[in-house]
């Protein structure tokens, strides 16, 4: 019967030497964090710090959800909104709103969250593949689904979550933040 496959034989995909550390790496722990009422969680090796809502200078010319860049202690961090990127209606800040300071595809960029909820470890056991919606809908961003505790956590890739094209843009916002502010800095010295 050769050509013929038996529900045994496609039960079970073939899997690579390299598909179990693959899937050990993504159990550990997670920064947890709320956008709108579903929970999401990063890496905790991903996030560099926590910081309160602060002002945001706006950036022209840039996709909608990037909302501009801070000044983070003399580092020009550019911040991007992930309800807005997600395709999710904004909201009014409250005192809950923060930024996560991420790693990103070797850059620092903060991402605006409506509430962090906790650190959570995550077995790799507890973690499922993320479902395929057809080729329509990208979700290479998604790392995985964390069951933890009861609850479903949308784990994140936080460096598929932003496109190439978009990571160059998001570069550029903050270059040109930054080349203005050395600039004033050099004028008010120059004046002083």
Do not use: W
């Not at 309160?52 to 961090?77: A, C």
């Not at 329509?136 to 496109?163: C, M, P, R």
């Not at 040109?176 to 002083?192: D, F, H, P, Q, Y």
């Amino acid at each position: 019967m050769s050509g013929v496959t038996t529900d045994a034989q496609t039960a079970v995909p073939a899997r690579g030497p390299d598909d179990d550390l693959v899937e050990r790496s993504r159990g550990g722990k997670y920064l947890t964090f709320f956008l709108g009422r579903e929970e999401y969680g990063l890496q905790i090796l991903k996030v560099q710090e926590i910081i309160g809502l602060m002002d945001i200078t706006p950036v022209p010319r840039t996709q909608h959800f990037i909302r501009g860049v801070i000044n983070l202690r003399g580092k020009v961090i550019p911040i991007i909104d992930l309800r807005l990127k997600f395709g999710m209606d904004s909201s009014e800040p409250t005192d809950l709103t923060c930024i996560i300071v991420v790693e990103a595809e070797g850059r620092r960029i903060g991402i605006v969250v409506d509430q962090v909820s906790e650190v959570a470890d995550i077995a790799a056991e507890e973690i499922e593949d993320p479902p395929s919606f057809g080729a329509a809908v990208n979700t290479d961003y998604i790392l995985g689904i964390g069951k933890s505790e009861g609850h479903v956590k949308l784990l994140l890739d936080i460096d598929q979550a932003l496109t190439m094209s978009e990571m160059a843009e998001v570069e550029a916002a903050s270059e040109g933040l930054r080349e203005e502010t050395e600039e004033a800095m050099t004028l008010m010295r120059a004046s002083a």
